[in-house]
């Protein structure tokens, strides 16, 4: 059995949770509860960053201790994880004992096979961003610097010790040219390997101006970078420094799937911190998009925030979730709109799907004393069929992360059953034809579960209810079970519910 291991990056604990951070934690729990669907082993990780400049800066502004703030702000993510219903099965934080040892030996390989040294630094530095920038990359507005993702930049001259990033270079290159599809999307990708063919210089993995980090265990007057910290934190949840052990075996190499901003990190640095330490680097990087809020970009100056409890309050958890999804190609950015995920409401989840179920179960419960009986002839409904195949299709679309293409072929379905439905007229066959009625609402019950199962990683707690509503449990949701479903002589039907209440 192949096992998977996927992670969002760990999030920076100097604000509360955010749709950013929803999406990507989202993102990660439908590939982890899609490939347990297929009674494939995955694991999921996420966690907090806790550690450098910015939260010390934070936690003093608020006159609090470091460790305290972060207690408390490590714990909204803690919570975002059970509001988003996420399967994560492990939540890391670097302020850990274990992630602490796990960078500290990482350091200690990386400095006995002289890939770090000590020298000093001089240079332009983002606080919010936790990075030096090249020349090239810094934009000057009204007397003042900036990165190219409008942080403000300040001058920084201090001993630190250096990674031989540039040692790397070719390595990297050749790593990028036999792993074609290490970073996802293509765009990305090329972006990356610009960057690197321009040429890389050492980096500055050590700081002494603040104390709010991991000690360089050789001087303890440095604290490691808080980059080199936090991208350890994949293989310290899998207990290195021992890749004996029986986690990171099974899974490492992982996929870490991030936000665009921070791709850099991921595809140039981590890789090169690996190779140098002798380590498997990442399977592969996954960067999605930004969203926008109605058209205009998202920042607190604006107040335009999203809050990802106020969507869930207002629309429902698996809405949200679909919506997110459903409304644009995993990958490049989303505008979020009140009028977008009313349409998708209404007209898909409601319309569509919620109706059908709503007003087939409702007609079995009523004229059928809530039974169904499961006929063997739904080898002839060519819909049936076709559903049935339809797993390979998805499978691809998972594994591309076309998280949009998987939902539309779902739905596409969903449209025919909804035209079978008035075309076979099960309640014109009551009178007519009684045996082709059960047919007709067997082929119907069968591909309403059929189509539940694969919609499970997406709306994992509605699809559950649905699958109630058949008397199925939760086991259900795996995709094999439909075989044991087809071998049943009849289903019972409980009386439906409205599934997705419209917004008016």
């Given at each position: 059995?192949?096992n998977?291991?996927?992670?969002?990056p760990?999030?920076?604990?100097?604000?509360?949770?955010?749709?950013?951070?929803?999406?990507?934690?989202?993102?990660?729990d439908?590939?982890?509860?899609?490939f347990?669907?297929?009674?494939?082993n995955?694991?999921?990780l996420?966690?907090?960053d806790e550690?450098?400049?910015k939260v010390?800066k934070?936690?003093?502004?608020?006159s609090?201790?470091p460790?305290?703030f972060?207690d408390s702000?490590?714990?909204?993510?803690r919570?975002?994880?059970g509001?988003?219903?996420?399967?994560?099965?492990?939540?890391?934080?670097?302020t850990e004992e274990?992630h602490?040892?796990?960078?500290?030996?990482?350091w200690?390989?990386?400095?006995d096979n002289?890939?770090?040294?000590?020298?000093k630094?001089?240079?332009?530095?983002?606080?919010?961003?936790?990075?030096?920038?090249?020349?090239?990359?810094?934009?000057e507005?009204e007397?003042?610097k900036?990165?190219?993702?409008?942080?403000?930049?300040s001058?920084?001259?201090e001993?630190?010790?250096?990674?031989?990033?540039?040692?790397?270079?070719?390595?990297?290159?050749e790593?990028?040219?036999?792993n074609?599809?290490f970073?996802?999307?293509?765009?990305?990708?090329?972006?990356?390997?610009?960057?690197?063919?321009?040429?890389l210089?050492?980096l500055s993995v050590?700081?002494?101006?603040?104390?709010?980090g991991?000690k360089v265990?050789s001087?303890n007057?440095h604290?490691v970078?808080v980059?080199?910290?936090?991208?350890?934190?994949?293989?310290s949840?899998?207990?290195?420094?021992?890749?004996n052990?029986?986690n990171?075996?099974?899974?490492?190499p992982g996929?870490h799937?991030?936000?665009k901003?921070?791709?850099r990190?991921?595809?140039?640095?981590?890789?090169?911190f690996l190779m140098?330490?002798k380590?498997?680097p990442?399977?592969?990087?996954?960067a999605?998009?930004w969203?926008t809020?109605?058209?205009?970009?998202?920042s607190?100056s604006?107040?335009n925030?999203?809050?990802?409890?106020?969507?869930?309050e207002s629309?429902?958890?698996?809405?949200?979730r679909y919506f997110?999804?459903?409304?644009?190609?995993?990958g490049?950015?989303?505008d979020?709109s009140?009028e977008?995920?009313k349409?998708?409401?209404?007209g898909?989840?409601?319309?569509?799907?919620?109706?059908l179920i709503?007003?087939?179960?409702?007609?079995?419960?009523?004229?059928?004393?809530h039974n169904?009986e499961?006929?063997?002839?739904n080898?002839n409904?060519?819909?049936?069929l076709?559903?049935m195949?339809?797993?390979?299709?998805l499978n691809s679309?998972?594994l591309?992360?076309?998280f949009?293409e998987?939902?539309?072929?779902?739905?596409?379905?969903?449209?025919?059953?909804?035209?079978?439905?008035?075309?076979?007229?099960?309640?014109?066959?009551?009178?007519?034809?009684?045996d082709?009625?059960?047919?007709?609402l067997?082929?119907i019950?069968?591909?309403?579960?059929?189509l539940?199962?694969?919609l499970?990683?997406?709306?994992?707690?509605?699809?559950i209810k649905?699958l109630e509503?058949?008397?199925?449990?939760e086991?259900f949701k795996?995709?094999?079970?439909?075989?044991?479903?087809?071998?049943m002589k009849s289903l019972?039907i409980n009386q439906?519910?409205p599934?997705?209440q419209k917004?008016?």
């Amino acid at each position: 059995m192949q096992n998977r291991y996927f992670t969002t990056p760990i999030y920076y604990v100097n604000d509360k949770p955010h749709i950013g951070h929803a999406y990507t934690s989202l993102s990660v729990d439908i590939l982890k509860r899609y490939f347990s669907c297929l009674g494939q082993n995955s694991f999921f990780l996420t966690g907090t960053d806790e550690h450098g400049q910015k939260v010390e800066k934070a936690a003093s502004d608020a006159s609090i201790d470091p460790q305290k703030f972060t207690d408390s702000v490590s714990q909204n993510f803690r919570e975002m994880s059970g509001l988003l219903n996420l399967s994560n099965d492990d939540f890391i934080r670097t302020t850990e004992e274990r992630h602490k040892v796990s960078v500290q030996a990482l350091w200690k390989i990386l400095e006995d096979n002289d890939d770090i040294y000590l020298s000093k630094y001089s240079g332009w530095y983002s606080v919010r961003d936790e990075a030096f920038v090249a020349d090239n990359e810094i934009e000057e507005r009204e007397g003042k610097k900036y990165n190219s993702f409008g942080s403000e930049l300040s001058w920084v001259e201090e001993e630190s010790y250096f990674f031989r990033l540039s040692k790397w270079q070719d390595a990297l290159i050749e790593f990028y040219d036999n792993n074609p599809d290490f970073i996802v999307p293509k765009s990305r990708s090329n972006e990356v390997r610009k960057f690197v063919e321009s040429g890389l210089k050492d980096l500055s993995v050590s700081r002494t101006t603040f104390n709010w980090g991991i000690k360089v265990p050789s001087n303890n007057d440095h604290i490691v970078y808080v980059w080199l910290d936090a991208l350890t934190n994949y293989i310290s949840a899998l207990d290195f420094p021992n890749t004996n052990s029986d986690n990171y075996q099974k899974y490492w190499p992982g996929i870490h799937v991030v936000g665009k901003d921070i791709i850099r990190f991921h595809a140039v640095f981590w890789p090169a911190f690996l190779m140098a330490a002798k380590l498997e680097p990442p399977k592969q990087i996954v960067a999605h998009g930004w969203w926008t809020n109605e058209g205009q970009k998202i920042s607190k100056s604006t107040g335009n925030v999203i809050d990802p409890i106020e969507l869930i309050e207002s629309y429902g958890l698996d809405e949200v979730r679909y919506f997110l999804f459903r409304e644009v190609p995993f990958g490049n950015d989303g505008d979020f709109s009140r009028e977008a995920i009313k349409n998708r409401i209404n007209g898909e989840l409601a319309n569509n799907f919620g109706n059908l179920i709503q007003r087939v179960l409702s007609f079995i419960v009523k004229n059928l004393e809530h039974n169904i009986e499961l006929t063997d002839n739904n080898k002839n409904f060519k819909t049936f069929l076709d559903i049935m195949d339809l797993e390979e299709t998805l499978n691809s679309h998972i594994l591309d992360y076309r998280f949009d293409e998987y939902l539309k072929e779902i739905f596409l379905f969903l449209n025919n059953l909804n035209n079978y439905v008035d075309k076979q007229a099960p309640w014109a066959l009551k009178k007519t034809d009684p045996d082709m009625m059960k047919e007709v609402l067997s082929n119907i019950c069968i591909c309403i579960i059929r189509l539940t199962q694969y919609l499970h990683p997406i709306m994992p707690q509605k699809t559950i209810k649905i699958l109630e509503l058949f008397n199925l449990d939760e086991s259900f949701k795996s995709f094999s079970k439909i075989e044991e479903i087809l071998d049943m002589k009849s289903l019972k039907i409980n009386q439906p519910e409205p599934l997705f209440q419209k917004i008016e």
